[in-house]
């Protein structure tokens, strides 16, 4: 069957890993290339423009999109390697970046160009749309990861940052580590209220509605993949502890009632309910 003239004019992008995200990219960039899909697991729903296929179809489109957990990077990279052509650009979408990089670097082979990106968004927050959402973009071989980027930035509207792993995951340990934490926390200590609460409340729960649905995969990789989480957790668990250490101190004695000197005499104010009235 002959090619079309709309397929001809688009490229071919292969998904490995067709869970929400891997759903939400295809989403995203149906309209604007040929989609080959592949996921190892049972059917989760389909995508209208992508076509399911098998992994090595999938590997030998023009750019492959690695949508797994980052535990199962190094997987995908051996699964996809063999089937990869010279000049493929390979991109993965994890929440990390250092450890992901080195597997791709280590893993793909040296005639494909590797970009390393982290959309700062997930299906949750980018239900209304992804215009203005940002993503990290990180240059690792080759000089279509650049290309990408500017597509990401002019056709998705996607608000750009270009950065190196090392500096991502550095910010990254405070930005998502201690939003994931609080979120984990706050989701173990419901029900909690939902009637008097403040706008400051209602907007500390927005946030933890937008990542309470993570795949379990996600909150390990953000809390364990990241080399700079632990120093973040513990200087946090240090504070908290500072803070409670603070609250449970034995409050100072209760003052006696307070005395008003009324010109050269002294009067005692009686607390109300104290029985001096009659």
């Known amino acids: 069957m002959s090619s079309s003239p709309v397929t001809l004019l688009r490229p071919t992008v292969g998904i490995v890993g067709f869970g929400a995200f891997g759903r939400l990219i295809a989403r995203h960039l149906a309209p604007h290339a ?15 423009g992508a076509t399911r296929a098998s992994l090595r179809e999938a590997a030998r489109c023009a750019v492959v999109i690695l949508a797994v957990p980052v535990s199962r990077l190094a997987e995908a990279v051996a699964g996809i390697a063999p089937h990869l052509r010279p000049g493929t650009l390979v991109v993965d979408v994890g929440s990390v ?9 280590a893993g793909l082979p040296p005639h494909v160009e590797i970009l390393a990106t982290h959309p700062l ?10 215009a203005g959402l940002k ?15 500017a597509f990401l930035r002019r056709v998705l509207g996607l608000a750009v940052i270009v950065t190196t792993p090392e500096a991502h995951d550095r910010e990254a340990a405070a930005v998502q580590g201690l939003t994931h934490l609080i979120a ?8 909690l209220p939902s009637r008097m609460t403040t706008r400051s409340f209602d907007l500390l ?3 933890v509605g937008m990542v309470r649905h993570d795949a379990p995969e996600v909150f390990q990789a953000i809390e364990r993949a990241n080399p700079y989480a632990p120093e973040v957790r513990r200087r946090f668990f240090a504070l908290a502890a500072r803070c409670e250490a603070e609250l449970s101190d034995d409050p100072a004695p209760a003052p006696a009632p307070a005395a008003l000197r ?3 005499s002294e009067r005692v104010v009686p607390e109300i309910g104290a029985g001096t009235m009659r």
Do not use: H, N
């Not at 989609?35 to 995508?47: E, K, S, T």
């Not at 970046?97 to 670097?105: E, F, L, Q, Y």
């Not at 968004?121 to 992804?130: N, V």
């Not at 984990?184 to 029900?191: N, S, W």
């Open 34 to 48: 040929v989609l080959r899909v592949y996921d190892p697991a049972p059917a989760a729903g389909d995508v209208p």
């Open 205 to 207: 729960m927005q946030a």
């Open 262 to 264: 009324v010109g050269a």
């Open 184 to 191: 984990k926390v706050l989701v173990a200590m419901e029900p």
């Open 121 to 130: 968004f997930g299906p949750q927050s980018a239900a209304g749309g992804i």
């Open 97 to 105: 970046k250092t450890r992901p990089v080195a597997i791709m670097c």
């Open 135 to 149: 993503i990290a973009v990180c240059p690792v071989r080759g000089r279509l990861g650049l290309r990408a980027a």
